[in-house]
């Protein structure tokens, strides 16, 4: 079986986020091509280059974040490769408690750790992932994705970005904390935030401002972590044929 660590670790109308022109899901993925126009790097690297001229304050604030945080990461947050993945009883969007063994009892798990429902480097990741929904479950997998938001928010989210996976609501960030992946956002970005409209207090329900260290964890049947991605540079993400290799690795033992 391969096994792998990849090593990557609302707003208002003034905002980068607001006016950047985000691209649609794919429908019906299945071919070569289909994955290729799904890659998510290219994204990601053109979000951030076109937020780092309309809003170089927040690029700024990004780079100095992720240098303060890159002092304690070193590649080892977060359960690593081989290791058990600690269990989770979260609420999805609708209310209903999700648990990780119930979703264990029918095949690998691929777990995305976002920063929220608000974040536009999370919410590509996710439209990647709901591009290739169709072939993760043919070979026998499920998605799930994990955010601090309240299901007040989420419930939206998931209807208006088509996803096809439930996105669970990580409360006062108890899981991320079991797991190691969270992280006070500083004076500065707490600025920012709030300069753009990004609430995190009522989002989270609580005045503390963390956040999660976006991550993606593949879970085999037996609980075990078979691949992750952790890392405190939330604007790289593992890529889609990076889940899908590993999945049909993981079959083909």
């Not at 649609?24 to 070569?32: F, L």
């Not at 264990?104 to 709901?130: D, F, M, T």
């Not at 169709?134 to 997998?141: D, F, K, T, V």
């Amino acid at each position: 079986m391969c096994r792998r660590d990849t090593g990557l670790t609302g707003t208002t109308d003034d905002s980068a986020e607001a006016k950047l022109e985000e691209p649609k899901p794919i429908a019906n993925p299945g071919t070569a091509q289909q994955i290729e126009d799904a890659s998510l790097s290219p994204k990601l690297a053109a979000y951030r280059r076109e937020s780092e001229i309309r809003r170089p304050d927040f690029a700024k604030a990004y780079n100095d974040l992720v240098e303060r945080l890159s002092v304690l990461d070193q590649g080892r947050v977060g359960p690593k490769v081989g290791h058990l993945m600690p269990h989770f009883y979260l609420p999805d969007e609708g209310g209903r408690l999700v648990s990780l063994p119930s979703l264990l009892q029918s095949g690998p798990v691929v777990i995305s750790i976002n920063r929220g429902h608000w974040c536009p480097y999370c919410k590509l990741e996710l439209r990647s992932l709901a591009a290739i929904n169709n072939q993760i479950e043919r070979l026998g997998a499920r998605v799930i994705s994990i955010v601090p938001d309240s299901a007040r928010f989420t419930d939206d989210y998931v209807a208006n970005n088509d996803l096809p996976f439930p996105v669970l609501s990580d409360i006062d960030l108890g899981y991320s904390l079991s797991l190691g992946l969270i992280f006070w956002v500083g004076a500065e970005i707490k600025r920012l935030y709030k300069e753009v409209g990004i609430e995190l207090e009522k989002y989270h329900g609580n005045q503390a401002f963390f956040l999660p260290i976006a991550a993606k964890f593949i879970v085999g049947p037996d609980g075990l972590v078979i691949a992750r991605q952790a890392n405190v540079e939330f604007r790289e993400r593992m890529e889609p044929e990076t889940v899908l290799t590993t999945l049909q690795d993981l079959r083909a033992v």
